[in-house]
């Protein structure tokens, strides 16, 4: 059975009356032992139970591989016109993965030409220049990688393009869009960061509309900042314009999952009619600049009831800037004092946020707050705890005191900073 | 000919991927529209079917109902596949002789007329290779799967097409037999015998669209055409007639074209608008009123071909007008209809001037404000010519009312199914098999043995039990101590009787509670047998429990003495017919006496107490 290649069409006797005839497909990770997988002639898969007295038979060895044909606009032969472009940078993540038939889970795909075999209607565009960066899904994404973003994002502007689109996986978009926000000067032109909850080879993907619209606001002479662009509901008709500092995502699996939060979108992009009910950050004269460099000894850490002091010292250990979520309005429990003002002296930056993910961190409320306050440790406001993490990475970076460093961060470097909280309409 | 079914039938197990309720609802709480797109597959081909769809452009949009969460509406992954739906599967399998596989491997068959949100419908195989004997015939199974239902499509309009996502996910087990039947009337015993092992695994769902039959049919020459989604069963004969004479007329068609060596030219469409101006009414009107413009196609050697002398079969024109209906027109125009909708003898003759047309040859005419739109139904027009020359396309039709079919889409390919990675596979363990087995219900024809031994009822009556969805209430209603006849009656008689629900109104549906009182009525005597039409057309009509309905029914305080005198009313004002027909006045007055009862009393009853009126009358104008 194991000699058996994939692709492969067998048939299977098992050794009395019962037959079987189809193609060898790949193993499910899940199956069972000794299952061999067919495709059999009606296109149904199924798993066959393989007995020691079963006997195989090959009909067809395995066909040529059946790629898509090489399609044509290839970054390097893009057309040399005056309309504007806007490049596409891909960094793997749902809007640009297959199936893996193998695994059963999606891979990132690789190559330009797998990106146009998913959305062919950017063939069309003429408008787009294709620039694979990485083929990993978000998870995997690191802060370094931030920095190689940044920096492709400044040779994009650099090379012409009006505005750039970033496809990402969805997992860790808003970090990588936060971080950009703060690494990035200067721009020209909008950065957009798009994403899918569906995978393109489902018919239903939002991926094609996502990106559509990405595009679309990326062409836009009116913004100068990062931004993501997303469902705004769960019909195909409507994106969601955030600004990069603000936004979360907040579903796992919803189209509309990524939310502004503590008040609106900055816009909206309905059917190719972008409209903004907050006005973007204005492009600059440029050029664009990438402002490094990162210092990652930073952390996050999540209070929670139970959690002790020892551990989370342990923690704090060895960074030199740490962002608390902590509960209500930026609280942990009072025993947490010793170790904090102790990391102060150390010289880590201990910051505060609030785990509600809505509203701000404000530390005179209660005595806790008075006490977190006095022990050094610096409340960031409504920044939410993914946005503080990112900026507290450029700032680290960018100064070394921890007093200059607390200046940074406490600054508004890319309007993520100063939200008037509205209620909604329906209150 | 040949054909084979696919049986589809909803089960009554909650969802296939979540935990919703597989009812049907009226309530709506919003509403969300999608674009789908034909995905590549496994192989990275594009299905034929899919791509057909996507073609049209459409915008699809979907209501919410409560019985519908994230999963329906493509916004969660699915759950584990329902474990009660798949048993219901194994029993089914277990009863046709059916091998089950080992693992099994959910898949995603594509399908994007949208009325799935994901673009795929979900489904599995769960066994293969069974049989099953009608009338001493032995049909084989070919597979039995386990489908997820799409969702109930509720209107088109303006390129927008709008779904109701109650239905979507409801579990569906479908049997495919092979090609092995070869009438008919044993497709429709078929059908039957497989619905009535489904109804004995105890959990389907029932009522009118909850079963549904896609026929397969294909002729010596001809070509698998697939009927699909027939509901009613006493069609399915019907259906498989009809297409069989179609297929028949269409190789007759074939072989004359052949003779004429006709065939269709490449040309590109003429355009013939301007002939067309100044046409009032009809389809040419468009031209002066919308500017529309008219495009002309000719089809060399087809003369006659499209349409038969009247009174005979319509040939090709249909399937013409077929394939420019599905570009989005209302249809086309054919030389062998014409002249008519308000054209000249002149204006046909200048068309076919234009085209430089023979005697023999025809042309096709369509109409349409845009111009993209009509090429592309010439285009389908001429690919469809082309193969009539050949014999008869494969592809997928719809049953309509008249018993006729219209063509839907192409026949989907192997590229369609591709593995749905969201689901793992799921190992069919011994000792589930070992339970489904023991576990395995009374099988149909066991439980037709029995019903005739228990009830005392004709082996045809059964056979009507056994074959409809009622049997389970039969059985319910008989172990409450109703007796046989009186339930017969009841569900086969008097509840088809109720008319279609008022508009507005929910079907009728009555529980089996609600039968069990009304037959409780009956035998308590607070009404008659007789009331019960009239009992059930006012549950029909709203009333919301018995004592109710048989106030509002006017059944009710009809008592033996109130009978007495209307009969003595009845029999003195017709006492001359008493005088010269005697006992013979029985019948023309029983009638009439019936009118007035209107139920209230047993018919028995009302017969005797006439008869001794009658008596009576007959004493006092002796003495």
């Known amino acids: ?427 | 000919m040949k054909a084979g079914l696919e049986v589809h039938q909803q089960l009554a197990t909650g969802k296939l991927f979540c935990e919703c309720p597989t009812e049907l609802s009226e309530e709506l709480r919003g509403s969300f529209s999608r674009r789908l797109r034909a995905a590549t597959g496994e192989n990275h081909g594009v299905d034929p079917a899919a791509a057909f769809q996507a073609s049209r452009g459409l915008l699809y949009r979907y209501e919410v109902g409560p019985a519908n969460c994230l999963v329906e509406m493509d916004e969660e992954p699915p759950h584990p596949l329902n474990e009660l739906a798949l048993d219901t599967a194994l029993t089914l399998a277990a009863f046709l002789h059916a091998e089950p596989v080992d693992e099994i491997e959910v898949m995603r068959k594509i399908v994007v007329d949208g009325s799935n949100t994901t673009g795929f419908q979900r489904t599995a195989l769960i066994a293969r290779d069974g049989y099953l004997e009608v009338g001493g015939r032995r049909i084989s199974i070919l597979t039995i799967c386990l489908e997820e239902d799409a969702a109930r499509r509720m209107r088109e309009a303006d390129g927008e097409v709008v779904y109701r996502l109650d239905r979507l996910g409801i579990p569906l087990v479908e049997v495919a037999t092979g090609p092995d039947i070869t009438s008919g009337a044993e497709a429709r015993e078929v059908a039957q015998e497989i619905g009535a092992l489904l109804r004995a695994t105890r959990r389907v769902r029932r009522g009118i669209g909850t079963i549904r039959e896609d026929v397969n049919v294909s002729v010596e020459g001809g070509h698998r055409i697939e009927i699909k989604g027939v509901q009613e069963l006493g069609k399915i004969q019907e259906y498989v007639d009809e297409e069989v004479a179609r297929q028949k007329l269409l190789l007759e068609v074939r072989d004359e074209l052949v003779r004429r060596r006709a065939h269709v030219t490449d040309h590109l469409p003429t355009d013939v608008t301007e002939v067309f101006r100044g046409i009032p009414t009809g389809p040419l009107a468009e031209v002066d009123r919308t500017g529309a413009i008219v495009l002309a196609f000719p089809l060399a050697g087809f003369a006659g071909l499209l349409k038969s002398p009247p009174g005979s079969e319509e040939r090709l024109g249909r399937e013409f007008a077929d394939q420019a209906r599905a570009q989005g027109l209302r249809g086309l125009l054919h030389s062998d209809e014409l002249p008519a909708f308000g054209m000249a003898a002149t204006q046909v003759e200048e068309v076919r001037s234009r085209l430089a047309l023979s005697e023999s040859d025809a042309f096709v005419l369509v109409i349409d404000r845009s111009r993209d739109r009509a090429e592309a139904a010439l285009r389908r027009v001429a690919a469809r010519a082309r193969v009539a020359v050949e014999g008869i396309p494969g592809e997928t039709r719809d049953p309509l009312l008249d018993g006729r079919t219209r063509y839907s889409r192409p026949l989907p390919g192997r590229d369609r199914m591709y593995p749905e990675t969201d689901i793992p596979p799921i190992l069919l363990t011994k000792d589930r098999m070992s339970r489904i087995e023991r576990e395995l219900p009374e099988r149909p024809t066991a439980l037709r043995a029995r019903l005739e031994r228990e009830h005392g009822l004709s082996a045809e009556i059964v056979r009507q039990i056994v074959y409809s969805d009622q049997e389970p209430q039969f059985e319910e209603l008989t172990r409450r101590g109703h007796a046989a006849a009186l339930v017969v009656r009841l569900l086969f008689q008097d509840l088809p009787a109720v008319g279609p629900p008022a508009p507005g109104r929910p079907s009728f549906e009555p529980t089996t509670e609600t039968l069990d009182a009304l037959l409780t009525g009956v035998e308590r005597g607070r009404f008659a047998k007789e009331g019960i039409p009239t009992m059930l057309a006012t549950l029909a009509a709203g009333a919301p429990d018995l004592d109710t309905a048989i106030e509002r029914a006017g059944l009710s305080g009809f008592t033996p003495d109130d009978l007495e005198s209307l009969i003595d009313r009845i029999v003195r004002a017709n006492a001359d017919l008493v005088r010269t027909r005697s006992a013979d006045a029985f019948s023309p007055l029983m009638g009439d006496v019936m009118r007035e009862v209107r139920g209230r009393r047993d018919g028995k009853e009302v017969a005797d107490a006439l008869r001794r009126s009658i008596a009576r009358i007959r004493a006092e104008n002796a003495s």
Request: hydrophobic share 40%.
């Open chain 1, 1 to 427: 059975m194991r000699a058996l290649p994939m692709g492969c069409r067998v048939e299977v006797s098992d050794g009395h009356d019962r037959r079987w005839i189809g193609t060898v497909v790949p193993r499910h990770d899940l199956s069972g032992d000794r299952i061999l997988p067919l495709k059999l002639e009606n296109g149904y898969n199924v798993g066959l139970r393989i007995e020691p007295t079963f006997t195989f038979r090959l009909l067809e060895g395995v066909p040529a591989t059946v790629m898509p044909e090489s399609l044509p606009i290839a970054s390097s032969t893009l057309p040399v016109t005056d309309s504007p472009f806007v490049t596409l940078l891909t960094t793997g993540g749902t809007i640009a993965s297959r199936v893996d038939y193998e695994t059963g889970g999606v891979k990132p795909v690789k190559e330009e030409r797998e990106v146009l075999a998913f959305y062919p209607e950017l063939q069309n565009a003429g408008r787009v220049r294709i620039v694979p960066v990485f083929d990993r899904l978000s998870e995997d994404l690191t802060p370094e990688d931030w920095w190689v973003l940044a920096e492709k994002v400044v040779q994009a502007f650099r090379e012409g393009a009006c505005g750039v689109v970033i496809a990402h996986g969805t997992d860790t978009l808003g970090y990588t869009a936060a971080a950009l926000s703060f690494l990035l000067v200067d721009l020209p032109g909008p950065v957009v960061l798009v994403g899918a909850q569906r995978s393109p080879d489902r018919p239903s993907s939002d991926g094609a509309t996502n990106l559509r619209a990405a595009v679309e606001v990326a062409h836009d002479r009116r913004i100068g900042e990062v931004v993501v662009v997303m469902h705004a509901g769960l019909s195909d008709s409507r994106f969601a314009i955030h600004r990069a500092t603000w936004v979360r995502k907040m579903h796992s699996s919803r189209r509309d999952a990524f939310e502004s939060r503590n008040g609106p979108a900055l816009g909206f992009n309905e059917r190719g009619t972008i409209r903004f009910d907050l006005p973007p950050r204005p492009p600059s004269a440029g050029p664009a600049r990438a402002e490094g460099p990162i210092d990652l000894h930073a952390g996050i850490l999540w209070f929670y009831p139970g959690l002790t002091p020892q551990r989370a010292a342990e923690y704090a250990r060895g960074l030199r800037g740490l962002v608390l979520a902590g509960t209500g309005l930026g609280h942990v429990a009072a025993n947490h004092l010793d170790w904090i003002r102790e990391a102060v002296e150390r010289g880590v930056v201990v910051t505060m946020t609030t785990q509600c993910l809505g509203g701000n961190a404000a530390p005179y409320v209660y005595a806790t707050g008075r006490e977190l306050l006095r022990a050094g440790v610096l409340y960031l406001g409504d920044l939410l705890p993914e946005t503080a993490y990112a900026k507290m990475i450029w700032a680290l970076g960018r100064a070394s005191e921890p007093s200059a460093v607390a200046r940074l961060l406490q600054a508004d470097r890319a309007g993520e900073f100063g939200r008037r909280h509205l209620t909604g309409g329906d209150q």
